[in-house]
């Protein structure tokens, strides 16, 4: 077994633990309890991104042509958030605290791309930028 692979199923398993320990993140001290903090609040920016691309969907459902643009663009966006992340994260490619780090990218990433949805989404009828 590679040692990544083994380090790989090692973390799952802590990870696993601490997704069912009852702690606060505000009293987080150690790095896995920071990596699982920054983990969950990623995911939390990631669940509401993913609500509000659906309300987008929904209001784009009669025009094909935005929709498939939109999808094109949701695409692009999570190549691009991939990608800086893992520039930004590069300083400490390999260290415990990788997962901090990159956490908190696709965090900031992930609440700033929502936020645009959000005005796509919300946009006044009439609007020349309003895709639908």
């Avoid at 309890?33 to 669940?47: R, S």
């Avoid at 691309?53 to 695409?75: D, H, I, M």
Wanted: negative net charge; aromatic residues 6%; proline residues 2%.
């Amino acid at each position: 077994m590679r040692l990544s692979s083994l380090f790989l199923s090692v973390g799952f398993l802590l990870s696993s633990s601490f997704a069912s320990a009852d702690y606060s993140c505000a009293s987080a001290n150690t790095q896995t309890e920071l990596n699982q903090c920054t983990a969950q609040a990623h995911q939390a920016a990631d669940d509401e991104l993913n609500a509000v691309y659906q309300t987008l969907v929904s209001r784009l459902e009669g025009n094909s042509v935005s929709l498939e643009k939109l999808r094109a663009a949701q695409r692009a966006w999570i190549g691009f958030r991939d990608a800086e992340c893992a520039f930004e994260s590069s300083a400490v490619e390999g260290g415990s605290a990788l997962p901090m780090v990159r956490n908190g990218c696709l965090e900031a990433l992930t609440e700033a791309r929502t936020e645009r949805l959000q005005e796509h989404a919300h946009c006044e009828e009439g609007d020349i930028s309003c895709p639908w």
